[in-house]
Nanobody
């Protein structure tokens, strides 16, 4: 069973930055893509950023220009760099890894990001 372990969440002031990390229990090239979702209270889970096996990235419109997804393949790790954070970025952030032949992704346990003064 694949395990994804996130870290790096916390409390930050508006305009601040955080970097989230997600370590996978196997090579990140095992997956067609990996990414980050978030879920705010009372809202549905939404895609924030995704990186494909080949390194192509896509972002939610609300985070374009502020967030960057990257990876360190030898360390089986993906990152989400979040700059210019806003209160509306407050959510639980989940790392996800896609599985071939199914839409049933692997998920991490989530890490809380709170943007508040």
């Amino acid at each position: 069973q694949v395990q994804l372990v996130e870290s790096g969440g916390g409390l930050v002031q508006p305009g601040g930055s955080l970097r989230l990390s997600c370590v996978a229990s196997e090579s990140i090239f095992s997956f067609p893509g990996m990414g980050w979702y978030r879920q705010a209270p009372g809202k549905e889970r939404e895609l924030v950023a995704r990186m494909s096996f080949g390194g192509m990235t896509n972002y939610a419109d609300s985070v374009k220009g502020r967030f960057t997804v990257s990876r360190d393949a030898p360390k089986n790790t993906i990152f989400l760099r979040m700059n210019s954070l806003k209160s509306e970025d407050t959510a639980v952030y989940y790392c996800t890894a896609e599985r071939r032949g199914t839409t049933d992704n692997y998920w991490g346990q989530g890490t809380q990001v709170t943007v508040s003064s």
